[in-house]
């Protein structure tokens, strides 16, 4: 990967893990249903979720456009261990072994079906 | 594990059934639209035809409900281990290609499938010996 590739996989990686710990922490609202709605838009968590997903799209084309889609897949199947690093970190979250192994499954599986694809 | 957290099986079970439905959706829309308005320049006419493409609005209605259902399931599951489970799409979007879309299936990828599916298996009898901070 050229040094720009490797810059616009990094911003990716920053955009997802922040974007998704800000959806968590928006999620947390009380209420069910449309209460749970209602008190989620007052809150400047789930704009700043959304934002980091709309920016991180941008980002995401301008990386595909630099490396084909299995490398951009391969790259991506990180951001599922940075994303339970910062639900450890932020929401306190348990890091049994069974979920460090889970997690490392899911990630070597999606980084070999993205390099065999 | 509390009577609270057992009930909750059903809840997480169906959502994200339903949040994988919403992202194979998508991404099938997105897969048909990007191809019927290929090549993608960015050009105004490029914008237009992608805002006249059909499909373009079965991956909108996906991303959308895949967005309602994710922040009712993250109310009460925690993010890491469900984000890793969110990934349950990559194997519905590689069994749609091989069936519908006729593309091939590489034993790599039956393997990544695998170790995805285990993956996801492994987190949910990890719930069961959990017990989750109080939620804010």
Known sequence: MSAAATLMWFLTLVFDTFGQLALKAAAGAEGDGLEHWKSMVKDKWIYLGVSAYVIEFFVWLAFLSMVPLSQGVLVGSVNILSVIIGGRIFFKEALTPKRIVASILVAAGVALVGWAS | ?136
């Not at chain 2, 409900?65 to 489970?85: H, S, V």
């Not at chain 2, 006729?102 to 995805?116: A, D, N, V, Y």
């Open chain 2, 1 to 136: 594990m509390s009577a609270g957290q057992a009930s909750m099986r059903p809840f997480y079970l169906i959502g994200f059934l339903l949040l994988v439905a919403f992202d194979t959706a998508a991404q099938i829309g997105f897969k048909f639209a990007a191809t019927n308005t290929s090549p993608a320049t960015f050009s105004p006419e490029w914008i237009f035809s992608v805002i006249c493409e059909k499909w373009s609005y079965l991956s909108l209605a996906g991303y959308l409900g895949a967005f309602i259902t994710w922040m009712t399931l993250l109310k009460t599951a925690p993010i890491g281990p469900a984000f890793a489970a969110s990934h349950l799409e990559v194997v519905t979007v590689l069994i749609v290609c091989v069936t519908w879309l006729h593309e091939k299936l590489t034993l790599p990828q039956i393997i990544g499938s695998l170790l995805i599916v285990g993956g996801i298996i492994l987190f949910a009898v990890a719930e069961a010996e959990i017990e989750e901070p109080a939620h804010v």
